[in-house]
């Protein structure tokens, strides 16, 4: 018998194949295959966030397509009114002034900008700095339930959330096309270390997003985009290469944005943040970085801490009828931790089940049971102990 030739597990910058890649990109997206969608734009699909919203008891539709758009489809789609009332973004964007204000030397830099650019304006870890600023903006943003379909609809459930604010100001210059975290903040040199199924799998670990808090006209500089880039295997060593970047130059796409509107693609799309070609129109975007619960996320998020602070206004909220049994399970999944582990199983026993209760369990019973501010702190506190060693 003949044996089984083994296949190839490891790819050096000498592997990557321009030719190959322009096979993966000059694939077109077929809006038969996503009938939900209102249009494709340059191969960008486009959803109507009304449309969801009215269908919520249907979402698993929505979220199959959102899924296969991800995984073999464009790798990119786009909500329009991803938040029904502008208010919300208006509001959130005060926030973000505020934490602009306060801020001195923090937030410098842009990971695929020019050493030494700073026209692209940074708020780093604005989730908790939000939530620390105004508790009930905080609940307002992220209780959207739409934003918890499509997160889920790529990492299932209990993902953690990151954010980070982008500003570009006029004649802020464009990125280097690039991919994203895990992988895509490596060089090629580190991630060649790394065999090729889990840098095909690290794109399954995260998925990508930007709220537009302003609108962003083509001139503005919206996310540039390059469907079906993430389709390429070798992707997260081969964009650093001048000639993969060239190629996304000259056949990268834009789509225009509204304020509260959503994009949202896969990290290992290749994309990059657009030049603001404007004289006196600063774009501004929350960028979400959502995380699976199998993954560790870019920034630390102190999660009990954020519960601390929201729990006063969620629990009036929640029991005044301002929050939906929807907008709750939303709210306490993007600031909660949904996963039993790491813990201490010696002092934190998977009593009852498999794994010990979690944070966002706690969260949800104690909004359930109306339990006050300062009883839930004390079992807060307890659940941390527990899982210290």
């Known amino acids: 018998?003949?044996?089984?030739?083994?296949?190839?597990?490891?790819?050096?910058?000498?592997?990557?194949?321009?030719?190959?890649?322009?096979?993966?990109?000059?694939?077109?997206?077929?809006?038969?295959?996503?009938?939900?969608?209102?249009?494709?734009?340059?191969?960008?699909?486009?959803?109507?966030?009304?449309?969801?919203?009215?269908?919520?008891?249907?979402?698993?539709?929505y979220q199959a397509e959102f899924a296969h758009a991800l995984l073999t489809g464009p790798g990119v789609f786009v909500i329009k009114n991803f938040y029904d009332d502008t208010s919300v973004i208006d509001k959130m964007s005060e926030v973000f002034e505020q934490i602009l204000k306060s801020e001195s030397g923090f937030g410098a830099g842009d990971h695929f900008g020019e050493t030494g650019e700073l026209a692209n304006g940074r708020i780093w870890?604005?989730?908790?700095?939000?939530?620390?600023?105004?508790?009930?903006?905080?609940?307002?943003?992220?209780?959207?339930?739409?934003?918890?379909?499509?997160?889920?609809?790529?990492?299932?459930?209990?993902?953690?959330?990151?954010?980070?604010v982008n500003i570009v100001r006029p004649g802020g210059k464009a990125q280097v096309s690039h991919r994203d975290y895990h992988l895509g903040f490596q060089q090629p040199e580190e991630t060649s270390r790394y065999p090729i199924h889990i840098q095909q799998m690290s794109a399954m670990l995260t998925l990508q997003g930007a709220v537009a808090h302003t609108d962003m006209p083509l001139e503005s500089g919206p996310t540039k985009l390059l469907p079906f880039s993430h389709l390429y295997p070798l992707g997260y060593v081969a964009y650093h290469q001048k000639a993969f970047q060239a190629y996304f130059d000259a056949h990268c796409v834009q789509?225009?944005?509204?304020?509260?509107?959503?994009?949202?693609?896969?990290?290992?799309?290749?994309?990059?943040?657009?030049?603001?070609r404007t004289t006196d129109f600063?774009?501004?975007?929350?960028?979400?970085?959502?995380?699976?619960?199998?993954?560790?996320?870019?920034?630390?998020?102190?999660?009990?801490?954020?519960?601390?602070?929201?729990?006063?206004?969620?629990?009036?909220?929640?029991?005044?009828?301002?929050?939906?049994?929807?907008?709750?399970?939303?709210?306490?999944?993007?600031s909660s931790d949904g996963y039993s582990f790491p813990t201490n199983l010696d002092t934190d026993p998977p009593i009852g089940g498999l794994a010990p209760e979690t944070m966002e369990a706690l969260l949800i019973r104690a909004l359930d049971e109306k339990l006050d501010p300062a009883s839930f702190e004390i079992a807060l506190?307890?659940?941390?102990?527990?899982q210290r060693t």
């Open 125 to 164: 870890n604005v989730f908790q700095k939000s939530a620390d600023v105004s508790p009930d903006s905080f609940i307002h943003y992220y209780k959207n339930p739409l934003l918890l379909a499509v997160s889920e609809a790529w990492l299932g459930p209990h993902f953690q959330l990151t954010a980070q």
């Open 282 to 334: 600063h774009r501004c975007a929350n960028l979400l970085q959502v995380s699976s619960a199998f993954a560790k996320p870019m920034e630390t998020v102190d999660l009990a801490h954020i519960c601390r602070v929201l729990y006063p206004s969620l629990l009036t909220m929640w029991h005044s009828g301002q929050v939906s049994k929807e907008e709750k399970h939303a709210i306490a999944t993007a």
């Open 381 to 386: 506190a307890q659940l941390k102990e527990k």
């Open 1 to 61: 018998m003949r044996a089984l030739q083994t296949p190839k597990t490891y790819y050096s910058t000498k592997d990557c194949d321009l030719d190959e890649f322009s096979l993966f990109c000059s694939a077109s997206t077929s809006a038969e295959h996503y009938p939900l969608a209102s249009q494709v734009i340059s191969n960008v699909l486009v959803y109507q966030g009304d449309d969801i919203r009215k269908n919520l008891s249907e979402v698993r539709d």
């Open 255 to 276: 789509v225009p944005l509204e304020k509260g509107d959503a994009v949202f693609f896969n990290p290992a799309l290749f994309h990059a943040a657009g030049e603001n």
